[in-house]
Each structure stands twice: as structure tokens, then as C-alpha cells.
């Protein structure tokens, strides 16, 4: 079974940088998709950042450019969220999720495989 791992979240003030892992196991898929989702009390998830295993290509939704960013570790199954300069409204359970295609898409219901989330809280 494929089982994705989040973790690293927690509270930090604003400025601040915190660094998300997701580890991935069970995978049989030659090429896949790893995204990271976050979701605040009371609104829709939404997608924060993707890799593709295929060629490594990343997307980032335009409110993270330039201060998130996504990584593969050396063995592959680990993908990392590195933010930085957060913002209050970074605030939100984040979750990483994977695809069994290597084609970025941004739509939760586009990813089968969801990990469990982690809390990060920014504070002012």
C-alpha cells in the first residue's frame, strides 16, 4: 500500500521558516507526482507546491513564490517543504499527497494518496 508521511509543521512567528517532510513508501509507479495541500479553518484545501519525479520540474502557487520551496531527498522518497518569511496567512493543516503520473497538477481530487497533516501555525 502507498503510505505518505507528513510531518515538520508546528509554530513559528511571522518571518519565520519552518521545513515540512513527507516520506513516501509503497510506491510501484515509475513516474508520480508529489504536492503539497494546505487547508485554514473554514476554507476549500488548496494547492501550495509540486514536483514531478519525471524530470524534477516544480510548480508553486503564486501566494508561496520565491519563499517556499520544494525538494526531492537523495533516495527519492522523501519531499521537502522548506518555507520561509511566513505569513499569518500561511497558517493552515498542510498535507502531501502523490499522483501516479508525472504530469503537475494543481486539483486535490487529481491525487489519490494523501498523508495525514501537520499543523503549521504562524504567529503575529
Known amino acids: 500500500d502507498v503510505q505518505l508521511q507528513a510531518s515538520g509543521g508546528g509554530l513559528v512567528q511571522v518571518g519565520g521558516s519552518l521545513r515540512l517532510s513527507c516520506t513516501a513508501s509503497g510506491f510501484r509507479f515509475d513516474d508520480y507526482v508529489i504536492g503539497w495541500f494546505r487547508q485554514a479553518p473554514g476554507k476549500e484545501r488548496e494547492g501550495v507546491a509540486w514536483i514531478s519525479s519525471t524530470d524534477g520540474s516544480t510548480r508553486y502557487v503564486d501566494s508561496v513564490k520565491s519563499r517556499f520551496t520544494i525538494s526531492s531527498g537523495v533516495s527519492k522518497n522523501t519531499v521537502y517543504l522548506q518555507m520561509n518569511s511566513l505569513k499569518p496567512e500561511d497558517t493552515a493543516v498542510y498535507f502531501c499527497?502523490?499522483?501516479?503520473?508525472?504530469?503537475?497538477?494543481?486539483?486535490?481530487?487529481?491525487?489519490?494518496?494523501w498523508g495525514q497533516g501537520t499543523q503549521v501555525t504562524v504567529s503575529s
Open positions: 499527497a502523490a499522483r501516479d503520473t508525472g504530469v503537475i497538477a494543481p486539483i486535490p481530487r487529481l491525487y489519490d494518496y
